[in-house]
């Protein structure tokens, strides 16, 4: 064995202790054996389709991915309604038999209504887009996870405030609000802000509805055994 820190407060190389392994901290378990402690390696965050690779050393991942946001819709004899949120997905993947995943980000949804992509990491985990934002006082489906330990959906685009003439807001993601709607004849409607999010909707003066935010997914890379 290599010197390592010894728990009696001495260097040495044998009794209980920590040491650096090549970068990866080890503990002398009861049996005598080092054994890893498991933390935090590295984080590889991806917001365009990918393949995630495995660094030396990773034993486990935590996936988090949302679908993309839909686009708001135009508005015109009506104000229209925000595009809703991307769905949401999490979960811990062993992947001490597993060398890369093929990674997808699902793309914003255009504006004036067009639905978000799905973003997925292989097989494990998914989540579908936000539906794009509709005319009048209709809202779009959210996305929705699916695959994971935790499976969320996305937020509905608001509808519109008719009396006032404003279009309404994207939908809210797991990460955040959506884009604000376009308010009369002042403010022209926003792209949607937090990834997964919608895209605001049109008034009936500045008609063009937003597009929404792409998806993104990330993923936590930790080493050594649990």
């Known amino acids: 064995d290599s010197r390592y820190l010894n728990f009696g407060g001495i260097s040495g190389t044998s009794g209980y202790g920590i040491r650096d392994n090549a970068g990866i901290i080890e503990y002398k378990n009861l049996d005598g054996d080092w054994a890893s402690i498991e933390g935090v390696m590295s984080v590889q965050t991806f917001t365009a389709s990918s393949t995630w690779t495995k660094p030396a ?7 988090k991915l949302v679908g993309g946001g839909g686009g708001g ?52 985990l ?22 994971g330990d935790i499976n969320l959906s996305g937020g509905y685009g608001e509808t519109a405030i008719q009396t006032y003439s404003v279009g309404g807001t994207g939908g809210s993601s797991y990460f955040g609000g959506g884009g604000a709607g376009a308010f009369a004849d002042t403010t022209a409607a926003k792209a949607g802000t937090a990834y997964g999010s919608g895209g605001g909707g049109g ?6 509805g937003a597009a929404g935010k792409a998806g993104i997914v990330i993923v936590y890379e930790y080493g050594g055994s649990s």
């Not at 050393?57 to 996936?63: A, C, L, P, Q, S």
């Not at 004899?77 to 997808?104: P, Q």
Request: aromatic content about 4%.
């Open 57 to 63: 050393g990773v034993t486990k991942i935590r996936v």
């Open 73 to 124: 819709k135009n508005g015109g004899t009506n104000a229209a309604t925000g595009g809703s949120g991307g769905g949401y997905s999490e979960e811990t993947i062993d992947v001490s038999a597993t060398s890369s995943v093929v990674v997808t980000v699902g793309s914003a949804g255009a504006a004036n209504g067009g639905t978000g992509g799905a973003s997925s990491f292989g097989a494990y």
């Open 126 to 147: 998914s989540a579908t887009g936000g539906a794009g934002g509709l005319e009048y006082n209709q809202s779009g489906a959210p996305g929705a996870g699916s695959g």
């Open 203 to 208: 008034s009936t003066s500045l008609t063009a």
